[in-house]
């Protein structure tokens, strides 16, 4: 396939998240997220789009088709999401795979592997029993310096009160009873829900 | 500090509330009339709250302040028409910023505000109400033509429909009167038993989005309402800003929202009123108080380092400091996507061709595969927004169109 059969979506979320929804798998080893440049090297990818002048990246995280850009900059995301489009294009065109696998001891990883089995706990015996509530289901994706990613499904996908679930309800039950999570990242792409729990109306 | 924030469950707010939130450092206690599945589990930052019925709202959020005193509540926010009033009466009841209660009630109401709006003077259409149950033939005898018939209390006009002749007016009146009648119309009781009648207003329609601060109004932005609405139904599509009217023209805006605020007694927080301006000068629709609707407050951003309109609303309910209130400087716009047909949704084609036209920022398609299309005047749920900036509002404005022209809804007729 040539890079412009490969059919990208950008979905912002805010002026400092926007996922890309892409045509064609990137990494197909569960979820690698990338906290800085240093981090991103050895996988092109990310290195590329740390590398985006003036964006003020900050974050990329990869998980199969999808791929989730955080940054500081208040270049809009037209702008950022150009350079976004081009880096993946070229990552898919090279090579070498466009993410390296997670290296089996890198930075916290058994911190982060205690954690997952944690958070796994919590999702299994209080997270998805509530949310089962509403038809919805939460996945733990993966944990990577304490960082919990996330992906909705059934009734939360799509739903309009999703950010108020992750927030108020999952957000809040980690720093309870997993204090040592620093953050909670949803990478669901909720433009595919197709049964949300709360369906929005204009007010 | 930490913020009530009033979020029913169907509103697109949700999200860009949730972030301002996150972004200022502010906790929240979100309410909605529907219980959240972890309310349970963080009973400080989840309530239900009887948000359609104000003054048991304000009761149950005064017990949930003494049953959670240590999460003391710094302020409220309501983000549409009936959390407005509620907002309203729990900002009394906790002693908290807001608007005096009956100023929200009249603000809500679409009778009472117009009857206020004109005892004061403001220019608003001639109006008359009427039960639905009222012989419309009657009714269209004595009518204004061109004239509009208007539910009470439906959003995003749904159910206004203009009618030029009495055959229109009477078939327009039944309409209504069906579109009531559905449950979720009629569930808000007595204002679903009545319609309003009154004179189509031509002119030019604007869009003004404001922040009272001690009866003051401070104005956010002017949106140029591109697409003659001329009915019959009344559907928003594109809004750009700044508003190309001339300056005399805005100033005579500013002011007639502002006296329209002042009559209704409104006081603090966002206000988003609709007018219409013609030679005669401009003409007051509505005034609510609340924000901008839908998802389109993500069109605005303000100096310093794009902030949010819902982070002015936050800081200003919370008593923080407000930056400047200058919106950016460049232009920008919003499409409110029409439902084109009424179906089932089966897909969205063209979005990505969309997405790429220049100028556009995004393009958010808030439908969902199987959900049911309802055109206006029926419907009131538009299936997605585009946004688009620019250093021109013609740029904006053409960017949107063409956006749009790749945009093919897939829908499976009734």
Redesign the interface.
């Known amino acids: 396939m040539s890079p412009a059969d490969v059919r990208i979506t950008a979905e912002p979320i805010d002026n400092g998240r926007c996922k890309f929804v892409v045509s064609e798998p990137l990494h197909s080893g569960g979820v690698r997220r990338f906290a800085s440049a240093a981090e991103a090297q050895g996988s092109p990818l990310a290195e590329a789009i740390f590398a985006i002048p003036d964006a003020g990246i900050a974050e990329v995280i990869v998980s199969g088709n999808l791929v989730t850009v955080v940054k500081s900059g208040t270049a809009a995301w037209p702008v950022v999401g150009k350079a976004v489009g081009q880096a993946i294009r070229a990552a898919l065109a090279g090579g070498q795979p466009a993410v390296a696998p997670k290296p089996a001891a890198a930075g916290n990883a058994s911190d982060d592997d205690t954690l997952y089995e944690r958070v796994a706990d919590l999702f299994e015996h209080d997270v998805n029993p509530m949310v089962a509530r509403h038809g919805g289901r939460v996945e733990l994706i993966d944990v990577q310096d304490a960082v919990v990613m996330v992906r909705m499904a059934g009734g939360c996908q799509g739903c309009g009160m999703a950010d108020v679930t992750l927030r108020q309800g999952i957000e809040a039950m980690l720093q309870q009873h997993v204090p040592e999570v620093k953050g909670v990242v949803d990478i669901t792409d909720h433009t595919a829900g197709s049964n949300p729990y709360f369906a929005a109306a204009k007010k | 500090m930490r913020l009530l924030l009033l ?10 509330f ?2 301002a939130a ?1 972004r200022l450092g502010v906790d ?1 206690t ?1 309410a ?1 009339e ?1 219980p ?3 309310q349970d ?2 009973p400080a ?2 309530v239900t709250l009887d948000l359609s019925h104000p003054d048991h709202a304000a009761r149950q959020a005064h017990a949930f302040a003494r049953a959670q005193r240590a999460q003391q509540l710094h302020g409220v926010v309501g ?4 959390t407005a009033v509620a907002a309203a009466a729990i900002a009394a009841e906790l002693g908290l910023l807001g608007n005096p209660v009956a100023a929200a009630r009249a603000a809500r109401g679409k009778h009472e505000q117009r009857t206020i709006l004109a005892a004061a003077g403001v220019p608003v259409p001639r109006f008359t109400l009427h039960r639905l149950d009222e012989d419309p033939h009657l009714i269209a005898a004595r009518a204004p033509f061109p004239c509009v018939v208007k539910p009470l209390r439906l ?2 006009s749904r159910g206004v429909i203009r009618a030029d002749t009495p055959a229109q007016f009477v078939r327009a009146f039944e309409r209504l009167r069906r579109i009531l009648s559905e449950p979720e119309a009629a569930a808000c009781g007595e204002p679903a038993r009545h319609a309003l009648v009154e004179e189509y207003v031509s002119g030019s329609e604007y869009a003004l989005e404001g922040l009272l601060v001690a009866g003051e109004l401070r104005v956010l932005a002017l949106f140029d309402k591109p697409d003659p609405l001329e009915g019959p139904y009344f559907e928003e599509t594109i809004y750009v800003t700044p508003s190309r009217l001339a300056g005399s023209a805005q100033a005579q805006i500013a002011a007639c929202a502002q006296r329209a605020a002042t009559a209704l007694g409104l006081t603090e927080g966002p206000v988003h009123a609709e007018l219409r301006y013609n030679e005669r000068g401009p003409w007051l629709i509505e005034l609510a108080a ?1 924000p901008i ?2 998802r389109c407050s993500s069109a605005l ?1 303000f100096e310093p ?2 902030v ?1 309109l819902e982070e002015l609303v936050l800081r200003h309910a919370l008593q923080m400091e407000l930056p400047s209130l200058e919106r950016e400087r460049r232009a920008a716009g919003v499409m ?1 996507i029409p439902v084109s047909r009424a179906g089932m949704l089966r897909e969205v084609r063209g ?2 061709a969309a ?1 790429v036209v220049p ?4 393009v ?3 439908a ?4 049911v299309l309802v055109p206006w005047p029926e419907g ?3 299936p997605g927004f585009i946004f688009a ?1 620019g250093d021109t509002v013609e740029g904006v404005e053409t960017a949107l169109r063409a956006a749009h022209r790749h945009l093919e809804f897939v829908v499976d007729a009734d």
Request: no cysteine; aromatic share 8%.
């Open positions: 979020l029913p469950t169907a509103t697109y707010r949700a999200a860009a949730v972030e996150r929240l979100v909605s529907q959240s599945a972890f589990a963080n930052g989840l983000v549409d028409d009936d959003s995003a609340r609707g839908g951003r380092g794009s949010s409110m979005v990505e997405r100028l556009v920022e995004g958010e398609i808030t969902y595969p199987g959900q009131s749920r538009y900036r």
